[in-house]
């Protein structure tokens, strides 16, 4: 049987809000990093977008789990089964054979030892041969097309939905980093408090996130930028009546102000840490955005002045990392990967 069997490559950016699969050089999976388990079997029900369209809709015999939090696996076993189910959403060729698995999977700067094993283990259970990992924002420095192995200082900063990831790179390696456990959920987050605090109605995580997509922002005056009041529908805290709320853009940025407070503070300790010819070259180069966070309107305008330091949101800054985990599997021998 050994003359039927083959190797297939895949590069994961497994997010806490998106999962992202490259395969050929192609983004082959984008979909909502959610599972749904029968709760008395554990079975996979269902996964990604169908997943998410139960989130917070299920009745008590069906449970919506998001496995990953702050950047991290939070459940081995949902995780597990959500990457095998994503993984066969992957055009595989001939299903009559499984193939082995190569995976390149972008993990957050920060993480400790066992919370790397665990991605590795998900991965080889998921059907991973050969598993390389790559620190996230060495992969989104890859992915905007940054040439990461000359000597350089190039600073990224990549604001997820579980963590922000904050790294200067030179040579093909960081050489400054922050990992922040603050990002979009905490953004979304903010805006369920602020709600429920200063309107009175409640608002689920979802309609948190649309909130956020709608009017989110990072300063009080986007002037011609500026989008339109959204409105927001939802039972009142205390009479359980329904309610219509329309929220503008300036209050929003008053509610995540205390988050995106936290992610400057971030970015000047990593510049802090950075040698002066690094320094030199990031003044010149600027600092580039990327993750779902850079899409906050205002966000680099805030941060360029805050700093001094030009800020570049990247193209496509949802998929940087993805398509540098992309790159790094074409490339397998030219980067350094976690052992």
Do not use: W
């Not at 499984?98 to 390149?104: G, Q």
């Not at 665990?118 to 420095?141: F, K, Q």
């Not at 209050?251 to 102000?257: D, G, N, Y």
Request: charged share 25%; with cysteine; net charge negative.
């Amino acid at each position: 049987m050994g003359f039927f069997s083959f190797t297939k490559e895949i590069a994961m950016d497994l997010g806490t809000a998106n999962t992202i699969i490259m395969a050929d050089g192609k983004i082959a999976v984008d979909e909502p990093s959610v599972v749904a388990l029968d709760r008395h079997s554990e079975k996979m029900i269902a996964v990604g977008e169908k997943a998410k369209q139960m989130y917070e809709k299920t009745h008590p015999d069906i449970r919506t789990i998001r496995p990953l939090r702050d950047g991290v696996i939070a459940d081995f076993n949902a995780c597990e089964q959500m990457m095998r189910g994503l993984i066969k959403m992957v055009h595989m060729g001939n299903r009559l054979f499984t193939p082995s698995l190569r995976m390149v999977i972008g993990v957050p700067s920060g993480s400790t030892e066992v919370e790397l094993r665990a991605v590795r283990d998900s991965a080889e259970h998921a059907g991973g041969r050969e598993v390389y990992l790559i620190y996230e924002p060495m992969a989104a420095a890859i992915g905007i097309g940054l040439d990461v192995v000359a000597p350089q200082g190039n600073m990224i900063v990549d604001i997820g939905g579980g963590s922000t990831e904050i790294a200067v790179i030179s040579l093909g390696g960081i050489v400054a980093d922050k990992s922040l456990r603050i990002a979009g959920d905490d953004l979304t987050a903010d805006i369920q408090e602020y709600m429920s605090r200063q309107h009175n109605v409640k608002v689920s995580e979802r309609m948190a996130e649309r909130i956020k997509i709608n009017v989110g922002a990072a300063l009080t005056d986007l002037g011609e930028s500026a989008p339109e009041d959204y409105v927001v529908h939802g039972p009142n805290r205390i009479t359980a009546l329904p309610m219509a709320v329309s929220v503008c853009y300036q209050e929003i940025a008053h509610c995540l102000e205390k988050t995106i407070s936290k992610i400057e503070t971030a970015v000047l300790s990593a510049l802090e840490e950075t040698p002066p010819e690094l320094y030199a070259d990031i003044v010149h180069n600027g600092i580039y955005l990327t993750g779902g966070g850079a899409l906050l309107r205002g966000l680099d305008k805030r941060l360029t002045d805050k700093i001094n330091i030009p800020f570049h949101v990247a193209e496509d800054p949802l998929r940087s990392v993805a398509r540098g985990t992309g790159v790094a599997l074409k490339n397998i021998h030219n980067f350094s990967f976690l052992m």
